[in-house]
């Protein structure tokens, strides 16, 4: 089991694909429902990286707030293979875009929500 499995089986995440990376939410209520990710920039492989042959992944956790941003304040690496990987995933944090987590109904209001995020880095493509 990766490190980044092994997390999200400790914190109840669900797994789930997105745009060929994984990514796992967890929640802190178990009435709120997840961040959904709407808009993924692509991750550029670091320049400095392209002259070795060096895969990577990193995981990372950060708070998705109820307007559906990244807090990158909130960002914690838990697994990565190279710091410039770990910056490429940073630089682009930002521009991330959720639906929001969800309270329950019937009043359904947008809540902040953690969310762990895996990227693998090939240096093949």
Request: aromatic share 8%; net charge positive; charged share 25%.
């Amino acid at each position: 089991m990766s490190p980044a499995e092994k997390v999200a089986r400790e914190t109840d995440a669900e797994l789930i694909t997105v745009g060929g990376s994984l990514s796992s939410t967890r929640n802190d209520d178990a009435g709120v429902t997840r961040p959904v990710l709407v808009f993924a920039p692509i991750l550029r492989f670091p320049d400095e990286l392209r002259a070795k042959p060096i895969d990577g992944e990193v995981v990372v956790q950060f708070r998705v707030t109820e307007k559906g941003r990244v807090d990158a304040s909130t960002m914690q690496v838990l697994q990565s293979g190279h710091e410039l990987f770990t910056a490429a995933v940073r630089n682009v944090l930002p521009r991330f875009r959720f639906e929001p987590a969800r309270s329950s109904a019937p009043e359904s209001k947008p809540q902040p929500a953690w969310v762990q995020f895996r990227a693998q880095f090939n240096a093949r493509n």
